[in-house]
Structure formats: C-alpha cells, structure tokens
C-alpha cells in the first residue's frame, strides 16, 4: 500500500467507505499509509522481538483472515512472555465502532494485572 499514490487509495477506500464512514476514515488515510510503511519495514525482522522483556497481549479476531491469524501466532511464538488471544466474533477491524467495548473488556485486566 504504501507504493501506491494516495489518489489511487483515496478513490479505492471512497469505494469501500460512504457517507459518515468516509468522513471519519478520510482523515486518518495518512496515518493508515504510515502504519503500512511501519509493518512494511518489520519484514524479516521477526527474531529481534525476542529481545522484548514485557509482557504482551496478541489480540486476534476470529473472523480476520487467516494469514493475519497465523502471523499473530508467529509474533506470539517469538515474544518470550506472550499470550495471543482470539476474540471468536471480531474481524480485523474489531477495536472500532460496536465492537471496541469486546476489544477493550479484555484488554483492561491485562493493563490491570502490570
């Protein structure tokens, strides 16, 4: 994604997003290609999360797909004090709108427990 010029994602996410959605996502297109660059940069990098110390919580909906399932495995595999989770009704998208309250129900006593 980051590649591409953001006209061509604007058009695509215009597809995909209407009205109120649209409002609310066009904004944060910037960001969206950041974060691609970010996980884009991490490629081939997994054995350096070894060397994290914390504790981590892997969330996973169960309805994402299953590549994404599997390298949340991997990432749970490679951290030394990690649990990976899978919320049964969320897709990839599950910490926004309806669905953030499941996200964040399992994520405070994590934040609790530290």
């Known amino acids: 994604m980051e590649k591409l010029p953001h006209w061509y994602l ?8 209407r009205g109120a959605g649209w409002r609310r996502m066009r904004p944060l297109l910037a960001a ?3 974060e691609h ?6 490629h081939g990098r997994l054995a350096e ?3 994290v110390k914390a504790a981590v919580l892997v969330l996973c909906g169960g309805r994402s797909k299953a ?17 990976l989770e899978t919320l049964d ?12 309250a499941v996200v964040a129900d399992r994520v405070r006593p994590f ?3 530290r």
């Open 111 to 113: 934040l609790d427990l």
């Open 10 to 17: 604007r058009t695509v996410m215009r597809l995909f997003y």
């Open 89 to 100: 009704r969320l897709d990839h998208l599950g910490p926004e709108g309806r669905t953030a």
């Open 49 to 51: 999360f070894a060397a």
């Open 37 to 42: 660059g970010q996980i884009a940069a991490q």
């Open 32 to 34: 969206n290609l950041a």
């Open 67 to 83: 590549a994404h399932r599997e390298e949340f495995a991997a990432l749970r595999d490679m951290l030394p004090d990690a649990a």
